[in-house]
């Protein structure tokens, strides 16, 4: 299965090596380019491509807003890129529905890497933002315990959706979690959406950062 991808940045150097790398991979085909967030939500309707690699600063609208009106009217998933090292971007981005977020400096590997897993419904971040940046924004008490509403939906949860949330917060795919679990990748999407349902978050990601806010993933390390 070939992946559509549309590519979005206001840099035409950038934009055009982005694409070029994309498009060399086998599975990948760029079916787009764009300049701009108008230019995303336009080509994303035109489009309907897999999955939307877009810049977060660009002129007209920024890559985050481009988000928030894309993914609940086109459903694509977006991996957003950036070459400021910033939480205050990631957690936008997260809290937008973004599937992935990477610095442009992250190399070929992991950004097709991330455009696979945004197809899949499994989510990537760079690994120098990841748990250092989540722990830092939503972390910072010894023992965090979450509010009412965390509380709630914590209690909610089966034994198997919580152990379903913490690989999704320590990263793991759907398939590292089926063979974690000994269980169909299937299995783990029921339990996956179920979960998301319960804690009303959107996407796995989304989920991650509950588990650290709530305080369920911390303590179920100790």
Do not use: W
């Amino acid at each position: 299965m070939t992946l559509r991808v549309l590519v979005v940045d206001d840099q035409p150097i950038a934009r055009t090596g982005l694409a070029a790398m994309l498009d060399a991979e086998p599975d990948i085909e760029v079916v787009g380019q764009g300049a701009d967030g108008e230019d995303a939500v336009r080509d994303a309707h035109a489009l309907r491509p897999d999955v939307i690699v877009m810049d977060i600063r660009m002129p007209r609208l920024d890559g985050i807003s481009a988000t928030r009106r894309i993914i609940p009217a086109v459903g694509c998933a977006v991996v957003l890129i950036t070459t400021f090292d910033d939480d205050e971007h990631l957690f936008d981005g997260i809290a937008a529905g973004a599937s992935g977020f990477l610095l442009k400096d992250s190399g070929p590997d992991l950004i097709a890497a991330a455009v696979r897993s945004a197809a899949r419904g499994d989510s990537l971040i760079d690994p120098a933002m990841t748990r250092a940046l989540i722990e830092q924004r939503v972390s910072p008490a010894p023992q965090p315990t979450g509010d009412a509403l965390q509380r709630t939906a914590l209690a909610a949860l089966s034994e198997r959706e919580r152990d379903v949330l913490d690989a999704v917060a320590r990263g793991l795919s759907n398939v590292e979690i089926a063979r974690e679990l000994y269980v169909s990748t299937a299995t783990v999407k029921s339990h996956i959406s179920s979960l998301l349902a319960k804690t009303g978050c959107r996407t796995r990601v989304q989920a991650a950062v509950f588990a650290f806010q709530s305080g369920f993933t911390r303590a179920s390390a100790d």
